[in-house]
């Protein structure tokens, strides 16, 4: 049985869990005038997966503004250099606490579809004015690209990104990390073992 059920025939309860919840439900489904009958109400929702308190109109809206102006005007941070530096947690390893997991390796970005290893996100534009691949496959492999950042310098395939604001790259945190012998990728944000930034 549940474990809900276990604590309420431990608390002296008189009824088990289904019935619980069931009851919780109807007194919160009574409130709302249209329910013809509680068991059909019951079953309808548990059927759906909601509850449907009450019929919303639909109400049609409109979006009149303009997105792409909007992202082509957006400044870029002022720097010196030639372009704005992003650092994300990758989807899959996080800021690197589970780097040495091969399975969250093999997953695949949810964009570029890269796996085990990190990589510079460039808009194409920018990649076919720098003549960097645009095009990655088996016999096309990515481009190298050094990218410093103060006196740090890191060398890094470059991918195509489609979306990616031309003028800014993106590297994700969490590759490089080598305490634990997950030298895979490498690292764009390098720390000491406190986690001081080094």
């Known amino acids: 049985r549940q474990w809900q059920d276990s604590l309420l025939a431990w608390s002296g309860a008189d009824m088990g869990y289904h ?6 439900w109807e007194a919160a489904m009574t ?10 109400a019951w ?15 639909a109400v049609e809206l409109t979006f ?4 792409s102006g909007a992202a082509k005007q957006a400044a870029l941070m ?10 994300y947690t990758s989807p899959a390893l996080g800021n690197g606490l589970h780097a040495n997991n091969p399975w969250l390796q093999e997953m695949p970005d949810p964009l570029t579809k890269v796996t085990w290893d990190n ?11 720098l003549g ?14 050094s990218l410093t950042v103060g006196d740090r310098t890191l060398e890094l395939p470059a991918v195509p990104l489609p979306g990616q604001k031309p003028g800014s790259v993106s590297v994700a945190l969490g590759y490089g990390r080598g305490a ?15 986690g001081n930034p080094m």
Do not use: W
């Open 180 to 194: 634990n012998g997950e030298r895979v990728g490498r690292a764009a944000c390098l720390s000491d073992d406190d």
């Open 64 to 67: 009149t503004g303009d997105l």
């Open 31 to 40: 409130n709302y005038g249209s329910m013809t009958s509680f068991e059909n």
């Open 78 to 87: 002022p720097g010196q250099g030639t372009f704005e530096v992003e650092l």
């Open 132 to 145: 960097l691949q645009t095009y990655l496959g088996q016999e096309s492999p990515a481009s190298l690209v």
């Open 43 to 57: 079953n309808k929702a548990v059927h759906d997966g909601v509850f449907h308190a009450y019929d919303a109109e």
């Open 19 to 24: 019935q619980l919840i069931k009851s919780t």
């Open 119 to 129: 990589y510079v996100c460039m808009a194409p534009s920018d990649m076919e004015q």
